[in-house]
């Protein structure tokens, strides 16, 4: 094994040796009253060539997609063109004030309505909204839209329905929204209809599927799920986390869904930002048109305008419009790939999943058997024969130079890893993935349990940080000296 | 087409095997979106479509409303263009992610500092969704059907706050300002506060530029309901951090610290709050602790607050988050550091003192509409209809601010005016031209 993370002793910015400040500048203006006045701020005045060595050596501790594979279930960790980082930069993207006026924003907004019309064509929607900053916000859009339709109907539905392999952020969203949540179980790790039909009913606001789902499955009933729910008078939502499975293959409006967010940052290749931005518009079919949040983007003759006016719609999630340049990062990959590379995205996608699944089945078990999409979920339970768990193998994987895949979820799966290889990675890429899985669980127990060894730090201990509760560098001093105090009492 | 590897060992011939599983009656046969552009056909229709913007270099703009474009030292573009941020994701491997939890440790730090509060989570999505969340995190401290808030915050911010309640089925209500200054009226709050009020949220500096003045006051009449305050993370270089003067809960926008206006997103939502209301906060947590050889890391921690642990119960459904901009808030107050930071900050209350006295020269404008003091922004009168007088500036090569009738028809024509350290004085020369012309 070769690889080895940078590991610096680099200290935190305030621990760094400030400049002694200078006479001038120090003081709140004498225009703030001094009822309000601030009386001292602890912050460091530090030189430009400690900041620059600082983060550069953070950002060589950071693993990332540019660095090595990423095989995170469910979020898509694809490599990101460099020509939409260049586009997002320009100056005439991210010097536009959200307020300016109409006739000087005809380009941002010429972006944004095309943007629109072709996540209509991908999703099979009549109309989409470009406002949600993320799959999550893209969530709680699309339930207020539910609750303002049936609403409209004078109908008081409380309860949405979600499998139990869902993310957790949809039912946390759905109790953001005001609803009681109800857990469909699944059955050899797909929607049983028959449950389906034991639960839904009068009460049903609305349930809310991947498809694929979170093992990697195809939910093959799909149409029959359609028809039960919206037999009902609830509606159908399309949690779009795995659309890189399906691009170009079908779509959520085919499988008769009804609302449908997309994650730009998964999907259509924008970075993660090491957490976010995202992006999460949402798409419905036309019935549920009045009630996309406002502004809403019109073209006439040839301008741009938005729109305030429709006394239906549910109003706005966020300020302004949405990830602006994030969604100029997905515009350019799209137009990077036109119909017939998007269709390819898919296509590579599920055979690379395959191929690994393929290849790992006799490593691991994976419940359920079968083909898979974009993504797959084995069990780990057998490593415990070994004496070790998930997360030990996940910590070892971090050894050898890929980031670990999504442990313990989704639910149902015992000691879960979930992977995702994406279709940006090539076949040499995805053998040396197994040939890490192999060699792992034929190391010693105690060299995987005592893992990561070549990170920049070692195995973290997150149990100390739950209960010393320590966010910031205020805190962390205050320890620093109680932790001296009661060294300095035990040595006299 | 597919690597032979990949067919051999899958047993298929053709990709179309993989997507077996897809009923029939679901399925389509490709997508119907324009060809595929290689890179120098991307860049050159992309610039066609750009070009038909008119940037705030193209133009001295003065708008603002929470939106500020501000200087961005030259380090803070570097540092997110290092892909190592950019192109990672949440740091769910904390080992391997030590880089990015550690930045994100100091923007915690840093916004703490401004606040004054406990814990500032490691952002929401923008401002008006930390309002929203701020709102949703008091009903949970404290039961209640009604939320107070000052007349004089964001219509923007308003908009949001009012879907976000509508899952708790809570009411929004206004608490006036005073004509004379622009601050609060304390007496309206007092006559609006009860038993049935479960959060009270005002900002400082508000909508107006005004600063409120009377916190103090205004805290105890609060007592004990939660009490959240907006504010930009900038002024608090220069004006009492909340905590000073009670708030359970601090918000704000914090994008302008290191990026631009965007058109309005990506943004930075700042959210921090008491340590006694810790694990009511939405949002992610970076928390400081040890590896197994006794060093200083990070990692994020009270994920049991978070929906992938708590699923329905939890206290947000928020996941993804405005990470990198934080870490470019980082980067922005690490260069400045505490002298330009304020040095920074007492510009823009100079400048925009001076441009209000300037404007309130010309003849038939009124400038500031509020006596109170004020931080980067401010309300002026107009004698004409304030849309035709924007119009008229941008045909000067100017554009004005925002225009307040909509939200605020009680002032009249009035245009909302923001300034900062970047606008020069040819930019200032040009606005006041642009007014005089109007006249």
Known sequence: MTYRQASYDEPLLFDMDSVEACAEGLLPSAKIPDKIRRKSLDIPNL????????????????????????????CTMKYNPKINEQIARDCRATCLHPMQDESTVQG??????????????????????LQPAAGAHGEFTGLQMVRAYHEDRGEHRKEVIVPDTAHGTNPASAAMVGFDVIEL???????????????????????????????????????????????????????????????????????????????LHKTFSTPH????????????????EPYLPVPRIMKEDGRYRLSYDHPKSIGKVRAYFGNFGVLLRAYAYIRSNGGDGLCEVSTRAVANSNYLRKRLESVLELPFGGKRMHEF?????????????????????????????????????????????TETESVQTLDGFVSIMESIINEPAETVRTAPHNTSVRRIDEVRAARDLIFNYRSLLDQRQREKGMKDSAGR | MLPPKILEVLGISSSDELFDEIPEAARVKGLDLPCGL??????????????????????????????????????????????????????????????????????????????????????????????????????????????????????????????????????????????GSGRLDINDLRSKLGEDVFGVYLENPNYFGVLEEEVDEISSSIGETPFVVGADPLSLAIVRPPSDYG???????????????????????VFGCRKEHIRKMPGRIIGSTVDAAGRMAFCMTLQTREQHIRRDKATSNICTNEALMAVAANAYLATLGRDKLITIANLNVEKAEELSQRISKIAGFYSPIFKGSHFNEFAIGCPKLVDSVGRALIGHGVHGGIPLKQDFPELGEAMLLAVSELHTEEDLKALVQGLEAIR
């Not at chain 1, 991947?210 to 037999?231: Q, R, S």
Request: with cysteine.
């Open chain 1, 108 to 129: 941002a907004l010429q972006i944004m309505y095309e943007l629109e019309e072709m996540l209509c064509i991908i999703g099979g929607v009549d109309a989409v909204t």
């Open chain 1, 185 to 263: 179980p699944s059955k050899n790790g797909r929607i049983d209809c028959d449950a389906l039909r034991s639960i839904v009913g009068g009460n049903t606001a609305a349930l809310m599927l991947t498809n694929p789902n979170t093992l990697g499955m195809f939910e093959k009933d799909v149409l029959e799920v359609a028809k039960i729910v919206h037999d009902a008078g609830a509606l159908l939502y399309y949690d779009g986390a795995n659309f890189n499975a399906i691009l170009g293959r079908t779509n959520p409006g085919k499988m008769d869904f009804d609302i449908v967010h997309f994650n």
């Open chain 1, 377 to 421: 979920v084995l069990s780990g339970d057998k490593l415990k024969e070994k004496g070790i768990r998930t997360l030990d193998m996940a910590k070892r994987m971090l050894d050898y130079g890929v980031h670990a895949p999504t442990i313990y979820f989704p639910l149902i799966v015992g000691e879960a890893i979930m992977i995702e290889p």
């Open chain 1, 273 to 288: 930002g090491g957490g976010g931005p995202g992006a999460g518009p949402v798409g419905v079919r036309k019935e549920l």
């Open chain 1, 47 to 74: 030189p430009e060539r400690e900041v620059m060595k600082h983060f550069v050596r953070l950002s060589q501790m950071n693993f990332s997609v540019d660095s090595g594979f990423y095989p995170l279930g469910s």
């Open chain 2, 38 to 179: 290689a890179e120098s056909e991307l860049t050159a229709e992309i610039d066609a479509i750009l070009s038909k913007n008119k940037t705030m270099d193209d133009m001295p703009t003065f708008l603002g409303g929470g939106i500020y474009r501000h200087f961005i030292p030259a380090l803070v573009n570097e540092v997110l263009s290092r892909s190592e941020f950019y192109t990672a994701y949440t740091p769910y491997q904390p080992e391997a992610s030590q880089g990015m939890l550690q930045a994100l440790f100091e923007y915690q730090s840093f916004m703490s500092e401004l606040t004054g509060m406990d814990a500032v989570n490691s952002s929401m999505y923008d401002w008006s969704t930390a309002l929203g969340e701020a709102a949703l995190m008091c009903s949970r401290i404290r039961h209640g059907s009604r939320f107070l808030i000052a007349r004089s915050v964001s219509p923007e911010r308003k908009a949001v706050l009012k879907t976000y309640l509508r899952g708790i089925d809570a009411k929004v209500q206004e608490v006036s300002y005073d004509r």
């Open chain 2, 247 to 269: 708030a359970d809960i601090v918000i704000g926008e914090g994008h302008h610290l290191g990026t631009g206006p965007n058109f309005g997103g990506p943004l930075l939502g």
